[in-house]
Every structure is written in C-alpha cells, then in structure tokens.
C-alpha cells in the first residue's frame, strides 16, 4: 500500500502532459503527488495538446506569473481544406472546401507572411471573457463571437513535410509546421489563418508544446512516470535552478539582498530591459524578481524576505 507523499520542496515540475487531460487535471493529479495543495501551471494547454506543462510547487506559484509570459515552441499539424468551430480537430468540420492543388511551397509562402509581428484574431472557441463570460462558452450556446485582433510574434513559422490524402471524400493536405510564438498567441489560429490565406479552410489535426522559455521536452517528465514514483518526493527543479533557466540573471552581493529583502530599490544594472530580472543572492537563492525597466530596480516578487 502507497503511504502518503513525501513533503515535495518548492520548485518546479515540468510535466510532459498527455494527450487528453486538461491542465487542471493534471494540477489536481500533481496536487495528490506533491503532497500539497499549493500547484499551479504556467499557461494551459488545449486537451489535444500534449507537450510541455510547467507547474510551480509551492512558494515556486508566484514565478508562475513570470513564466507564463516566456515565448515558446509547438510542432503540430495543420489539415488543409477543411474548417472546424474550434480550429483544431475536436470542433465539427464547418467547411469542406478541399485543398486539390494546393503545394508545400504555397504553403512555405503564405507562412512566410505570417512570421513576424502579426495582428492575430485568436480562436473563438478560446478562455477569452467577453463581458464577463468564456467565449468559449458563447459559441458553444450558438452565439456568434467576434474577438479584437491582437499583437502577437511569430518568430519562426518553418513547414515541414506535406501529405496529400482525401477525408470524406474530400481532398485535403496535411502539413507539419514548426514554431516560435510570444505569449498569447493561438497555434489553432494560425492554421486557421494558413488555410484562409490560401483559399481554404485549416486547423490543427496535432499540438505538441516542445519548450516554455528554458524549459524543454527533455526536461519534461511523463505523467505516468510521476505515477509511478507516487509516494516518492517529486523530481522538482529548485526555484533558483529554475529561474536562472528562464530570466536574465543579476547576482547580488549580501548588501543588496538584505536591502531588496526588506522591499527597497537598487539602482538598474541594465535600466530599459523590458523582461523581469532574477536576482541571486550570494548564497544561490532567488532572492528577488526585478523590474529594471526604469532607472531603478523594483522587486516585483520578494522571495527571501529579510527577518531583521
């Protein structure tokens, strides 16, 4: 018989999540296998999607609000020539307009044209609140929903091999793409926007999250292997490991520490940075993430605050 969990150190799980489970699902299973009720993750995935789930354990939850904003790399699979409700393989096909002559080097074009600073209207069928409810929710009760377009990067949008096939009799081309993309952006819009821009219709027939910010697949554990290791102190990266992983790193002498412990400014070691800054303590820990977007530093999170 399983005993209870060993006590899991703050820090931070990167779970390889399986296709299939929500994020919350597997919050609630890293819950039971931490020992704690104190998980949270780093931006969700859609249930098709597997791949890369970064969960914060512990005090680790408040880097959360950080990592959610690192860019990140998906492979997936876009379907051309037909169109569902969601944009990707779980939503009815809405469309079937075939994609019979349709190239890879078309294909290389138009994402050519959505690489870059893009304005992107994300999905629909998306967690975005429109006056206070999911749209999600809207489009499943049959209301039309209209989202703003908003700013978005895709910083490579590379398309691999093409397979043409036919499904329900309708000629379609499935292509497999590569990507770069800030926060926020919608994978599923994107082969929306790949199929429209060629004259058809497009969504994701697969999603694999393959890395968020420093975190990557190889760093990612399987959930069934966490469950094998239930009762077992779970294999977390430590908040300091994990942050020097995914920020720009400021080490701080002892003076300094004690002064951001209790909640001070130093002035900016690189004044105009737009990303967070970790600061490390001379003892290795994080002491501090950093704002040094201005000429003083301000702590955003204190994470060692000072006792006296």
């Excluded at 929500?22 to 020992?35: I, K, M």
């Excluded at 959930?223 to 080490?251: N, Y």
Aim: hydrophobic share 40%; glycine share 12%.
């Amino acid at each position: 018989m399983v005993g209870p969990p060993e006590p899991t150190s703050d820090g931070i799980l990167v779970v390889d999540k399986p296709a299939g489970w929500t994020s919350h699902d597997v919050v609630a299973r890293a819950r039971r296998l931490c020992g704690t009720r104190k998980v949270g993750h780093a931006g969700t995935l859609d249930p098709m999607a597997t791949g890369v789930l970064v969960l914060g354990v512990g005090r680790a939850t408040r880097l959360l609000t950080f990592l959610v904003g690192c860019d990140k790399d998906y492979a997936a699979t876009v379907r051309l020539g037909q169109a569902t409700l969601t944009d990707d393989a779980e939503g009815e096909v809405t469309a079937s307009p075939g994609a019979a002559g349709t190239t890879r080097d078309a294909v290389a074009g138009v994402a050519a044209g959505l690489t870059g600073e893009i304005a992107q209207v994300p999905s629909a069928v998306s967690a975005i609140k429109v006056r206070g409810e999911r749209a999600y929710h809207r489009v499943r009760s049959g209301e039309a929903v209209e989202l703003a377009a908003r700013p978005v990067t895709v910083s490579r949008f590379a398309v691999g091999e093409a397979r043409p096939l036919e499904v329900d009799g309708t000629p379609v081309l499935d292509v497999d793409i590569e990507v770069t993309v800030s926060s926020g952006t919608y994978v599923r819009a994107l082969a929306r926007d790949l199929g429209a821009a060629l004259g058809t219709g497009g969504h994701l027939t697969a999603l694999r999250r393959t890395r968020v910010g420093g975190f990557r697949l190889a760093d990612a554990h399987p959930l069934g292997d966490l469950e094998a290791r239930q009762g077992e102190r779970m294999p977390v990266t430590p908040i300091a490991d994990a942050a020097r992983a995914a920020f720009a790193v400021r080490e701080v002498d002892e003076a300094q520490a004690r002064a951001l412990g209790f909640g001070q400014r130093l002035p900016s070691a690189e004044p105009g940075r737009a990303e967070p800054v970790a600061a490390i303590g001379p003892d290795g820990s994080l002491v501090a993430m950093l704002d040094e977007t201005r000429p003083t530093a301000r702590s955003l999170v204190v994470f060692s605050p000072a006792t006296s």
